[in-house]
C-alpha cells in the first residue's frame, strides 16, 4: 500500500492529502487566506469541508460565495478563481 | 500569518492538515486503511468527508459506522478506536 500523499501548491498557501476509495479519487486540502487562480485536468466535484470560499466559474464575472456543505462542479481544463477569508479546509472529487 | 502545519500519525497511515477560522480549530486528514487507537485532550467533532469509519466510542463495547457526512463527538481524555476499510477522509473539530 503506497503512503498517504501530501501536496502544496501557490507557494504553500494550499496544501492537500490525496485518498482513493470507492467514491473515486480525490484529496482534501486546506487554503490559505489569499486569491488563487486554479487550472483542471479532470471534472471537479468542490466542496467547502470548513470556513468560506468566494469563486469566479469559468465563464462568469460574478464571485460567488461557496459556504460550507455546498459543491460547485469544474470541468476538466478550465480556470477559476478563488478567493480566500479565512482558513478554509475543502474537499476535491476528480472525475 | 503561519504556514499550513501537517502532521503525521501511526507511521505515516494518518496525516492532517491543520487550520483556524470562524468555526474554531480544526484538522482536515486522510486515515489509510489500519485500525487506530486514539486520544483526545479536547472534545472532538469528527466527521467524515469520503469513506467509512468504523468506531468504537469510549465506554462502548460495540462498532459502529460512520459514514460520509456523519459526526461523532468524543470528551476530552478519552481513548477510542478507529477501523479503516477505505482510505477515509475527515474533518476534526476541537472545542
Keep these: 500500500m503506497s503512503e498517504l500523499s501530501v501536496n502544496s501548491y501557490f507557494d504553500n498557501q494550499v496544501k492537500s492529502i490525496a485518498l482513493e476509495n470507492a467514491e473515486g479519487v480525490s484529496t482534501v486540502g486546506v487554503m490559505a487566506v489569499g486569491e488563487y487562480e486554479f487550472g483542471t ?9 470548513s470556513g468560506l470560499l468566494t469563486v469566479k466559474l469559468p465563464g462568469s464575472e460574478d464571485w460567488v460565495e461557496i459556504k460550507k456543505g455546498e459543491t460547485f462542479i469544474v470541468e476538466a481544463n478550465q480556470s477559476f478563481g478563488v ?13
Design 83 to 95: 478567493k480566500v477569508s479565512e482558513q478554509t479546509a475543502y474537499h476535491c472529487r476528480y472525475e
Design 41 to 49: 485536468s479532470q471534472r471537479e466535484y468542490m466542496t467547502v469541508v
